[in-house]
């Protein structure tokens, strides 16, 4: 195995268990001892590739995009693209959340972290593009008015109430099963646009999506020219 290759399967345990740790605080939040001790590795050797702790956390939330963007690259149906955009949220809530708090944190109060930013919006937007494929797509199958933009809204509003309801104890206390929960939003979310269908005088109902690939287009171009 060469060095360099070494180096990035160390830095794949060191950021898996970085969030691993994250998940079990609670709070968002761990010290950089407790995670070398977990990983037995001196501590000196996390900064060979994380300059701060803070850096580690932007990086854990990275790599999380990635994979989000992965799954929503596989080939099938609409439908089932949909509903993989809200299962994203609801089967791990709490990881949902937490990141989505941390990330806050950092844009709000850290600094010098511009670069990784850039590479995490610059992510995000790729994978922006292909969820509007994907929601214009089910719109067109489901034959409904609903624009993208109301519908991309109206199921990242389910995925954060849901998540923030799955990952509550208790309302845990009163609703009881996770699973029946879970398909009943995807269900409410995949029947939604059926209750918007096209009229005969509805024109040009792309032009919604058009506006947004075009923003995240533009969004694109000016990141491509900064320098961070």
């Known amino acids: ?15 898996a268990m970085a969030e691993q740790l994250l998940l079990e605080s609670g709070d968002g939040d ?5 995670l070398a001790d977990q990983l037995d590795l001196a501590k000196g ?4 590739h994380f300059s701060s702790k803070d850096e ?19 080939d099938d ?25 941390i990330e806050e944190r950092l844009a709000a109060s850290v600094t010098g972290l511009n670069r990784l930013f850039g590479e995490l919006y610059d992510i995000r937007r790729q994978r922006m593009r292909r969820l509007i494929d994907i929601v214009s797509a089910y719109l067109i199958e489901s034959q409904s008015r609903m624009t993208t933009r ?14 923030g ?12 099963r ?17 209750h918007y269908p096209i009229c005969s005088d509805d024109d040009n109902l792309d032009a919604d999506k058009e506006e947004l690939v075009e923003q995240i287009e533009t969004e694109s171009e000016e990141h491509r020219n900064t320098t961070y």
């Open 30 to 34: 761990i010290t950089l001892d407790s």
């Open 165 to 176: 309801l799955l990952n509550s104890s208790f309302y845990q206390r009163y609703l009881g």
């Open 1 to 15: 195995m060469s060095r360099q290759h070494q180096f990035k399967t160390r830095e794949e345990n060191i950021l």
């Open 150 to 163: 109301d519908y991309l809204s109206s199921i990242w509003a389910m995925g954060q109430g849901g998540a």
């Open 45 to 48: 050797t996390l900064y060979k």
């Open 178 to 194: 996770r699973d029946t929960l879970r398909t009943a939003f995807v269900q409410q979310m995949l029947d939604l646009p059926k």
């Open 56 to 74: 580690l956390y932007l990086r854990i939330i990275i790599r999380y995009e990635e994979q989000l963007f992965a799954i929503n690259k596989i």
């Open 77 to 101: 149906c609409a439908a089932a693209g949909v509903a993989r955009m809200i299962f994203q949220q609801l089967l791990n809530p709490q990881k949902a959340m937490l990141l989505n708090q």
